[in-house]
């Protein structure tokens, strides 16, 4: 598969020319297209009204099943019962309609799991209770659903309200399907309004307490409100007696509205934080400087990170001595670790950028996992290779986690922002020498994108003289699939610009599988690290320097300073007069981030 990089005006006419004739085409067409690309105009038959697929009345709900439209009395009937529309498919709708999904990922504001009571057993089984339908109780036992009477009577035969015979099958459904579709709250509402006192009409003299109040229970059917006995009542709504006995004495106390429904709510919590000491330990840990880091950060854009000597429980000593300066009687351990992690998404030291996404989950992918086994494979092949070949290089690059300077263990120093110190890591094998190379410079000097990496290789390469006219040389680079940094249009121009320069015949830039990125610069970094922890404070980037000098015994890395030799490499494109293709010469889309796991350079203006 052949690229060609190499800016053409004819093809861009010729590109401009075709996308002006397919836009002319959809207007022929009759799609109307917005120029904004933010939504599309509907047809007279969209604007019109929507109604119920059985009855034409206004739309109240969906059947969950068919998806037809259905009005208020409508909505429990059955698929077989509505009427056969056929559903709108996605792939029927013209592509001038079709939006892209842009909605993102919910991002985690907090450093713990937040909890989703919506999908707790216990909170289902109170729905489902709520609802009337089959739950499992708290012992464990399964409650069957509720239902409607399906006896003809439904008191006594011989009531004296009749109220069988009142009240027929489709009216007990309708009483009953509207009474379980309220909340708890709304079922007391509707209950307790339901139930009318009156004085009593008959009392016996010889009886020790007379009845106080009398009641009479009254349903509406066809809109008028009928009489029933308290038996009925408790059939029609599959209630028991000690719901209307509680409902009953709150009206004997002369209530004119139940009382809103308390279980599970009390205010017997004596070692709930109150918000002022919620608020002081927010006020404390907002005082720790945290940063973010390039590798996770669009995984989860809102997690930080503190400093690696920090800890909760360090924190939360600084937070006593805090509090006794302000006289301010602190709270516990336990208090000051719940709000950390329900209130903050911090982490501490670097994230864990190496773990394998695909791995992690458990997933048993054997391909990702060959793929994987076969890019260590091909890394020793190359490795072995330059160390037996004259004018082969191979070379791996990356960069180190951002190192804190000064590096100081005092408590004060984590309540002060820091500044960073970058650190670039080449490892060169070839049949010369091998050993690693360091390009370092701070936050305040350049960032971490990739024009930063292209000049500390381009650098490294002025500085080791590799190749010339006369003997050509051969690189083999290996870096992650970072982007943002390594894997970008900058940094294959500049291997462009090495090959225009006639020192190298070709330039092959490989990428491990995601997950799975374990180079020779990540053992530099690791000696790195090493002295760094043993190290209680460092003051500057000399003794930084030191470290590094010192994480090598045979193979004594080289340092460079990139202060003063940055490049607006970001330009070379345009000076070279290349462009970023994204077809091949066959005319085949190129996913060149997620796509391409070799690239090979061999001559100006395109790429393999």
Known sequence: MVLEVASSRSGLRNSLSTAEKIYSACRQLGDVIDDSGSEYIPSDEERAPRCCNICKEEVFIACPLCLKLLCFDHRLTECSQHMHVPAVNEQHVPAARKKRNTTRR?????????????????????NNREKGLSYTSYNGNVVPAKSVCSSEILCREKCKRKCSEKIDMSHRQHIFDSFYALDTNSKNCYLFKSIKPVKPQVQRTQAKKHREMSFHYEVVVNGETIIVCKKAFETLHQITSMKIYHLTEQIKTGATAPHPCHRGKHSSRPNRLSCDDIECVMEHVNMFPAESSHYSRSANSSRLYLSSALSISKMYSLYVEWCADKNVDPVSKRGYHDVFVTKFNLGFGSPRSDTCSTCDLGVNNEEHKLRAQRAFRQQQIDRDAAKETNGLVFI????????????????????????????????????????????????????????????????????????????????ISWCDSCAGQNKNFVVLCLWQYLILTKNFNMIEQKFPESGHTYLDSDRDFAQIEKLVKKRESIYSIDQYSEIFSASQVKKKPRITLMQHRFMELKTLPAALGLYNNHRNTDGEAVRFRDGIRWIRVTSFGSYE
């Open 106 to 126: 919910e991002q985690k504001n907090s450093r713990k799991r937040m909890r989703q009571e919506n999908k707790w057993h216990r909170v289902q089984s109170k």
């Open 396 to 475: 791996t690059f990356d960069l180190e986690k951002s190192l804190p300077l000064p590096k100081i263990s005092t408590g004060v120093a984590f309540y002060l922002r820091q500044l960073w110190l970058y650190n670039f890591g080449i490892h060169m094998t070839s049949l010369q020498s091998c050993r690693p190379y360091f390009s370092i410079w701070t936050e305040n000097q350049a960032g971490r994108g990739c024009e930063e990496i292209a000049s500390s290789l381009l650098a490294f390469i002025e500085d080791t003289r590799l190749g010339s006219s006369e003997q050509p040389c051969h690189l």
